[in-house]
């Protein structure tokens, strides 16, 4: 339902919210999940009851999924903070032990750098480079300043490409310009 | 394989068939709303109460529970935008009537760390569990009280609402225990704002202050809702409320047994309108019947008299809904419960305030000892002014 004005109702906001961000916040969850993915359905149909019950603030798109990516940035360090470390190191010891091509060799050297980049940084570039968002996105939903992700995803690839130079055994990186465009 | 590409192909997502909306993981996810929402005892999506559910006492590591199949989305809760605006200082309560209440300093120093119960109990009443006594009490006095200025077109609503001490089973959302906000709500016709205002001027993630909304035809809620229609009879006060919870026009089936809907309904009006005095005693009388002849697994028990945070005296009916899980769902007597507060003012009959809690067995007399042994309160909701206003202001800036 529709108000005359235009204006969604909230529970049609939140159902084209649901519709459109499913599956980007269900990607989201799982890039950021340590403890393996059995949890993520439960994670992500967490993210979306804090949104069904806060509808009537879900801000008017585009707004809305800058929204729901902070809730579910907040639910995601909440469940992180339940998971034990014992069950954080069993789900990184199959990680290691499921990797074998030499392909996934150098993503799993790409995505071991980005976990020991500083929260910030890691953030910042998984925001940027793994969700997609714009450099102004990823500012709304990390509340800081466009200019403040630029320089953050700068120093996250030369910080990347600097450990991976140095660990390998990911390919050899090429000296491409980090500047992230605006999308 | 260059940088940037390396970086973007490392996606962990990207080796993995992520569902999409449509998928069985999806609808266990919606379906979870949906079970929140029928859970909830406050069918109307008002703002003042998500604030209270978020606070609900969802154990962090459950998983959630999905319905069986057959739960359709579609019509959820939906009423008129509650509205919410960033204003001036708490002043002091009025609920149709001038004098009710205390003046709320603002902002408002924190509750005690560990505090559980936002209240007060104050004593035993007289004749525990006769909680329609009180209500027809209430019902007398409300009928001799002076008519509100106006009735419409706006509904303005000011609450205090002071969050419980969160404690480990929270979103994590970055609400602060014992959080304290002004909540501003104009509902009219065509249009709703909403503000929400934090004493120390941050607002926590998530959160969006102020909303306002406008819509080019009345709104059927607020047609339905008009308090200057409203009957006074008790049985007439049931009709209407059905007629409207069972109309095509309301995308709001009721989902609890109608007594209890219409209860609910009562409430509502309450917590959101200025009311004709003979309408009020009419409601409290029409919710004194429901009281002696409960809907099966539930159950209303007679508090008697509390002080809530703010120092108001008030006197109390618990409604009191056995859950599954913790979870604010109709389920099995003896499973744990949920218990909602309603806190009256004793001279005026209006209503003062709510406190829900979640209790980890059954309620049956509640006593201090159930209270605090068995019950967290999820937050304390203060009415502050219930009144009617011209018109619904434009949305202010942010920060003003």
């Known amino acids: 339902m529709q108000h005359a004005g235009g204006t969604p109702e909230p529970v049609e906001r939140f159902h084209t919210l649901y519709e459109n961000c499913y599956q980007a916040i269900y990607a989201y969850v799982l890039r950021r999940t340590t403890a393996g993915h059995d949890d993520v359905p439960d994670i992500v149909a967490e993210v979306f009851v804090v949104a069904w019950r806060r509808r009537h603030v879900i801000p008017e798109p585009p707004a809305g999924r800058l929204w729901l990516y902070g809730v579910a940035r907040r639910v995601l360090r909440n469940y992180e903070r339940r998971v034990s470390r014992r069950q954080r ?19 799993l050297s790409m995505r071991e750098a980005v976990a020991r980049l500083r929260p910030r940084y890691r953030e910042t570039l998984r925001l940027v480079a793994w969700d997609g968002l714009s450099h102004t996105e990823a500012a709304a939903v990390l509340g800081c300043s466009v200019n403040a992700v630029a320089v953050t995803i700068h120093r996250a ?10 660990t390998g055994p990911g390919p050899a990186v090429a000296s491409v310009p980090s500047s992230a465009s605006e999308s | 394989m260059d940088f940037e590409t390396l ?12 569902p999409g909306s449509e998928s069985p993981a999806a609808q266990a996810a919606l379906e979870s709303c949906v079970a929140d929402e029928r859970g909830s005892r406050h069918h109307r999506p008002r703002a003042l109460r998500y604030v209270a559910a978020l606070r609900s006492p969802t154990s962090p590591g459950m998983r959630l529970r999905p319905l069986a199949a057959g739960g359709v989305l579609a019509p959820i809760a939906v009423g008129v935008a509650a509205a919410l ?9 009025t609920h149709n009537h001038p004098t009710v209440g205390r003046p709320v300093p603002f902002p408002i120093p924190p509750a005690q760390p560990g505090l559980i119960a936002a209240l007060t109990y104050d004593g035993l009443p007289a004749d525990p569990g006769d909680a329609a006594a009180v209500l027809r009490k209430l019902a007398d006095r409300a009928a001799a009280q002076p008519a509100p200025p106006a009735l419409g077109p706006v509904w303005y609503t000011k609450a205090a609402v002071w969050g419980s001490d969160l404690g480990p089973p929270h979103y994590g959302l970055d609400y602060r225990a ?33 909303s306002r909304s406008a819509w080019k035809k009345p709104y059927p809620y607020t047609l339905a809702h008009n308090p200057a229609t409203l009957p006074t009879t008790p049985a007439a006060l049931r009709r209407r409320f059905l007629s409207w919870d069972l109309s095509p026009s309301n995308v709001v089936p009721p989902r609890h047994p109608l007594d209890l809907q219409v209860y609910f309904d009562a409430v509502s009006y309450m917590e959101e309108e200025p009311l004709p005095p003979a309408a009020r005693a009419g409601m409290l009388r029409l919710m004194a019947g429901i009281v002696a002849k409960p809907p099966r697994h539930t159950d209303f028990v007679d508090i008697g008299a509390v002080t809530d945070r703010a120092g108001q005296p ?7 809904e056995p859950g599954v899980q913790g979870q604010r769902s109709f389920g099995r007597p003896g499973d744990p419960s949920y218990l909602t507060v309603d806190i009256f003012d004793p001279a005026t009959g209006a209503l003062l305030g709510e406190e829900p809690a979640a209790c980890s067995g059954p309620v049956t007399v509640l006593t201090v000892h159930t209270v605090n042994e ?24 942010r920060g003003h």
């Open chain 1, 157 to 166: 690839k030369a910080q990347l490409k600097k450990e991976l130079s140095q």
């Open chain 2, 178 to 210: 014992h959080e304290f906000q002004i909540m501003q709500d104009w509902e009219g016709p065509t249009a709703s704002l909403e503000v929400t205002r934090y004493p120390d001027g941050r607002v926590p993630p998530g959160i969006i202050p102020i």
């Open chain 2, 7 to 18: 970086l973007r192909d490392a996606d962990p997502a990207r080796a993995v068939a992520v």
């Open chain 2, 374 to 397: 068995i019950c967290a309160p999820d937050s304390y909701t203060q009415y502050l002014q219930i009144k009617a206003v011209p018109s619904v202001p434009p949305a202010p800036k």
């Open chain 2, 85 to 93: 605006i960033l204003g001036t200082a708490a002043g002091p309560a």
């Open chain 1, 89 to 107: 190191l069993e789900a990184r010891l199959r990680e290691e032990a499921s990797a074998a091509p030499a392909d996934d060799l150098a993503y």
């Open chain 2, 314 to 320: 008030g006197i109390a009916i618990g409604e009191v």
